[in-house]
């Protein structure tokens, strides 16, 4: 296996046997071929060159992990490298939107959108939309992790 840039300077991988069959996996599957892909790969690339625009998983350059391509789509958010199945595929999108707002009001302000005293340290978006950082409500509930700020769909305890 070998990594090549081409023309238009994305990066692939060039393998030998290219498998092309159709492939039934599951997420546990995916998960495990993404963190292969990300231990094998040169200094410099991450996992987030996986991540299409449309949040769908990128499995030409999986192919080597899987041995072929999945018979459906995954979705990855590209800021919290989490993988989710085609009915949550709106939940890596919200990662990402709400992530770098949330970013951006850290840095504006030293502290976290959220209510004053809410438990579960869940994102309050009318602070980010008040502030111009997000443009529409996130339909699903998010919430900050108290390891490095980062956003969560999964309510703490």
């Not at 299409?52 to 789509?73: E, M, V």
Request: hydrophobic share 35%; aromatic share 10%; proline share 6%.
């Amino acid at each position: 296996m070998m990594w090549k840039r081409n023309k238009d300077k994305s990066i692939s991988i060039k393998e030998e046997n290219f498998y092309n069959e159709p492939l039934h996996v599951d997420l546990e599957t995916v998960k495990k071929a993404v963190r292969e892909f990300a231990d094998k790969a040169p200094k410099g690339i991450t996992t987030r060159v996986l991540v299409k625009d449309d949040q769908s998983i990128d499995f030409d350059l999986l192919k080597p992990y899987l041995k072929g391509i999945p018979d459906k789509r995954f979705y990855m958010s590209k800021e919290t490298y989490e993988i989710f199945e085609e009915e949550d595929k709106k939940i890596p999108f919200y990662l990402d939107m709400i992530q770098n707002a949330v970013d951006r009001y850290i840095e504006m302000y030293h502290k976290v959108p959220i209510t004053p005293g809410d438990p579960y340290l869940k994102v309050n978006y009318l602070l980010l939309k008040k502030n111009n950082l997000i443009h529409e409500i996130p339909e699903i509930e998010l919430f900050i992790t108290e390891d490095e700020n980062l956003i969560t769909h999964k309510r703490p305890n």
